[in-house]
């Protein structure tokens, strides 16, 4: 990344996992939601977008991140493990899907999420594309 902070297209992850939401436990859920939120993004800013999106009806939980490159995807898994275990009880996890590349150490942090919450892990290389810098709002 240079100067401009504008994303190296080469370099982005895209962090994407599915989780059941065990019954009963919902409130619960949103109130761990919100305060492992608050920390990662006091603790996070290189993290370019995090954020959870719930469906209650289907009981459904689905988490995205966009990260500037491995280091930072390392540096979420370690900064959160204690809060995402917390969480652990509420959910089932069903699939981790990282799109771009990974080092060892983050896919090897990704397996140990995966075996302590169940779940698969998926990583899928980019073949093409590009990133744009954020628009400024001044």
Do not use: C
């Not at 504008?6 to 895209?14: F, T």
């Amino acid at each position: 990344m240079g100067s401009d902070r504008r994303p190296d297209s080469s370099q982005l992850i895209v962090y994407v996992d599915h989780s059941d939401i065990h019954q009963g436990r919902s409130a619960e859920l949103k109130d761990g939601i919100r305060r492992l939120v608050d920390a990662i993004e006091g603790l996070e800013p290189q993290l370019i977008a995090y954020g959870f999106h719930l469906d209650e009806e289907a009981g459904h939980m689905t988490v995205t991140a966009v990260h500037p490159d491995s280091a930072s995807l390392e540096f979420h898994m370690e900064v959160g493990r204690e809060e995402f275990r917390k969480l652990g009880d509420m959910i089932t996890l069903r699939e981790i899907q990282v799109y771009g590349s990974i080092n060892a150490r983050a896919h090897a942090m990704l397996v140990e999420k995966t075996e302590m919450l169940g779940g698969s892990l998926r990583v899928i290389e980019r073949f093409a594309g590009f990133a744009r810098p954020p628009h400024s709002s001044a």
